[in-house]
């Protein structure tokens, strides 16, 4: 199991970008598929990006397709989430999760989690 730490949340207006980074202690970080969630008030949490241990493949939620990118850098034990064009509707607390093995898009999979940071768009 790893351990992540999310960093980069904060306010901005709609059309901004923000860039979150979780940054992750343990041995196993390249066996590992990452995701980010986010939970908006009185909602469940939703899968918004993943990427597999290598890095070769990404998926997105359809909301976040062509405005979001998400990356892992092995050598650095990191996962970023770069947000562009956001909008009121990405207001939520982001979270980082990690899994061992293929990707899911079920947070039930994911055995590690991040404390969360909050994303704040505002209109």
């Known amino acids: 199991q790893v351990q992540l730490v999310e960093s980069g949340g904060g306010l901005v207006q709609a059309g901004g970008s923000l860039r979150l980074s979780c940054a992750a202690s343990?041995?196993?970080?390249?066996?590992?598929?990452m995701g980010w969630f986010r939970q908006a008030a009185g909602k469940e949490r939703e899968f918004v990006a993943g990427?597999?241990?290598?890095?070769?493949?990404?998926f997105y939620t359809d909301s976040v397709k062509g405005r979001f990118a998400i990356s892992r850098d092995n050598a650095k034990n990191t996962v970023t989430l770069q947000m562009n064009s956001l909008k009121p509707e990405d207001t939520a607390v982001y979270y980082c999760?990690?899994?061992?093995?293929?990707?899911?898009?079920?947070?039930?999979?994911?055995?590690?989690w991040g404390q969360g940071t909050q994303v704040t768009v505002s209109s």
């Open positions: 990427i597999s241990p290598s890095g070769a493949n990404t």
């Open positions: 343990g041995r196993t970080f390249t066996s590992y598929s």
């Open positions: 999760a990690g899994k061992g093995g293929a990707f899911s898009y079920r947070p039930n999979s994911y055995n590690s």
